[in-house]
């Protein structure tokens, strides 16, 4: 893991071209990047889990 400029690590992964295609299709129906997608998924996720551990 590599960190960025503002302290937070960054994790990078590999997926399908199929699994990269669908994010894209989807985050730009939400008028979003991937990145801010996937993110938002987290953090709804972890709320729904109850784990606040982790503050936006």
Known sequence: ????????????????????NF????SERHSMTITMYLRNLIRS?????GDLTYKF
Do not use: D, P, T
């Not at 893991?1 to 990269?20: F, G, T």
């Not at 994010?23 to 989807?26: F, R």
């Not at 996720?45 to 889990?49: C, P, V, Y």
């Open 23 to 26: 994010l894209k299709k989807v």
């Open 45 to 49: 996720e972890m709320k729904k889990s």
């Open 1 to 20: 893991m590599k960190k960025a400029q503002n302290n937070k690590k960054i994790i990078n992964a590999c997926i399908s071209e199929e699994e990269y």
